[in-house]
């Protein structure tokens, strides 16, 4: 935490599951206070301005439900999912980013609707039921990241989620934005650019999948990761976010708009 109060790096939810078990005799769901999780956090997200449009959204994550469980257990039990590098999920809780907030609290019905399972994103799929907006996050052992796993599993598994989407009924009106975190820098070869006191840092993918995508097209616009949240506050019409860098762009110049 810095003095004037940002949470950095691998802060933990106040929620499970969380890197931070319940206390003895406490709530299950809740990571124990005395331990000092992150507070529950009540500014806006992405997720309020999509509901506040009427705008069907959800996150997914691999391993979700199978780590909820493991985060309940007492605090005493070993955790088989949670930062678990044995395990085939190895679930990383400091990547739910909406777990951290009031409004998708447990026992809330924001977190039953919006809050689900990666499991349920590869059925939408399949039933060509997935809402306007889908956040993915795969587990942490499809994560590609340096020490924790390996580059293959996870561009496999995106390569299947991608083939997935192109054979259903979806993909004639879907935009897929497929990007990284830092990763350990594997594709960049240059000093990141002058920045403010966030980044910008190393360069990473961005790649854009999509019938309105221009074709064999590398775009050299500056972009960072709030420019997805710039697209999506556009192509919908949302409130803006505070926190969006004004000079990143907002993706339109990767896509051929005239079909």
Do not use: C
Request: charged share 20%; aromatic share 10%; proline share 10%.
């Amino acid at each position: 935490m810095t003095p004037d109060g940002y949470a950095v790096d691998t802060s933990q939810a106040p929620y499970q599951p969380s890197g931070i078990p319940p206390a003895a005799n406490g709530d299950p769901r809740l990571a124990d206070p005395a331990k000092h999780p992150t507070p529950p956090q009540t500014f806006k997200t992405i997720g309020d301005t999509l509901s506040a449009k009427g705008i069907s959204w959800a996150w997914y994550a691999g391993g979700w439900n199978e780590a909820l469980r493991d985060g309940m257990q007492a605090p005493e039990a070993k955790r088989t999912v949670i930062y678990n590098r044995d395990s085939s999920i190895m679930f990383a809780p400091h990547h739910q980013p909406f777990n951290y907030f009031v409004r998708f609290a447990p026992g809330t019905a924001d977190r039953d609707q919006y809050l689900q399972d990666g499991v349920d994103f590869l059925a939408a799929i399949e039933r060509g039921t997935l809402p306007h907006v889908a956040f993915y996050k795969p587990a942490g052992a499809l994560s590609e990241h340096p020490s924790v796993t390996d580059l293959l599993s996870g561009d496999n598994h995106i390569a299947e989620v991608v083939a997935k989407i192109k054979a259903s009924p979806l993909w004639s009106s879907t935009v897929i934005i497929m990007t990284y975190d830092e990763n350990g820098g594997f594709w960049d070869h240059v000093p990141p650019p002058k920045g403010d006191r966030w980044g910008p840092g190393t360069r990473i993918p961005a790649i854009i999948i999509s019938p309105y995508a221009k074709r064999g097209y590398i775009d050299h616009t500056p972009y960072d990761t709030t420019s997805i949240i710039k697209f999506i506050t556009l192509r919908f019409a949302l409130e803006p976010l505070p926190g969006v860098r004004d000079g990143a762009g907002d993706l339109l110049n990767a896509f051929d708009l005239v079909r």
